[in-house]
């Protein structure tokens, strides 16, 4: 089955610096890759997601990158602020598995003002 | 509001005891899941159907059986509850059997003393 590798588990950044959190997947047939924030007390919730026919996409200050020969795929978020900080997760789930995604093991980020 | 919702927010019980958490969305989804969250925060899928039909049993003990009255309901029934058993459940929908975004409830806090 598939299996998804997320680094860094922590990560504490300044205000205003950017964060870089990176995922691997292990199933070449894998060809969704959504990201979720998690604030404390709520559940996950999308902020980003790429398809595997696309190397990049962007919205505002986050953005998501994609090596299908890697098989790995990045979320990037640039000038952060302290609401930024929160659990994130990446995913990663193919047509043939009825919509199961497979979830990083999530990355604390700490936005420090 | 259109949302995934499920009850109750908060659930201690003692162990042995048999408890149900249940769920409803309101989004016209046709595929529900329970994810099992624990204290290290990682996210793992337990079971999902598709309309109404059982798709995905993760390795889940037999302790736990969801049911599916209709589509926008997915209940998790949890007979003879052990103090492992005590985490963050949430539960999610999403549009079909494809790889489409996951819509998460709030999760429900158990805790088996």
């Known amino acids: 089955g598939e299996n998804v590798e997320q680094h860094p588990s922590t990560l504490s950044v300044q205000e205003g610096d950017s964060a870089v959190i990176k995922c691997t997947y292990s199933?070449?047939?894998?060809?969704?890759f959504p990201w979720y924030k998690q604030e404390l007390g709520k559940g996950p919730q999308l902020i980003i997601d790429?398809?595997?026919?696309?190397g990049e996409k962007k919205d505002q200050r986050i953005a998501v990158t994609l090596n299908k020969t890697a098989k790995h795929f990045s979320l990037h978020i640039t000038e952060t602020q302290p609401e930024d900080s929160a659990v994130y997760f990446c995913?990663?789930?193919?047509?043939?598995?009825?919509?199961?995604?497979?979830f990083g093991d999530g990355t604390t980020l700490t936005v420090k003002p | 509001d259109t949302a995934v919702s499920q009850t109750p927010k908060y659930l201690v019980t003692q162990m042995g005891n048999d408890k149900s958490i249940k769920c409803e969305q309101n989004?016209?989804?046709?595929?529900m899941y329970w994810y099992k969250q624990d204290s290290k925060k990682f996210l793992k899928i337990m079971f999902s159907?598709?309309?109404?039909?059982?798709?995905i049993n993760e390795t889940v003990p037999n302790r736990f059986s969801p049911k599916s009255p209709d589509k926008a309901h997915l209940n998790l029934h949890i007979n003879s509850l052990e103090l492992g058993d005590s985490a963050v459940y949430f539960c999610?929908?999403?549009?079909?059997?494809?790889?489409?975004?996951?819509?998460f409830g709030q999760g429900t806090r158990l805790t088996v003393v």
């Open positions: 199933d070449s047939a894998s060809n969704y």
């Open positions: 790429i398809r595997s026919n696309v």
């Open positions: 999610a929908s999403s549009h079909g059997r494809e790889n489409t975004e996951a819509f």
């Open positions: 995913a990663a789930s193919n047509h043939t598995n009825a919509g199961k995604s497979t």
């Open positions: 989004l016209g989804h046709d595929t």
């Open positions: 159907y598709n309309n109404k039909e059982l798709i």
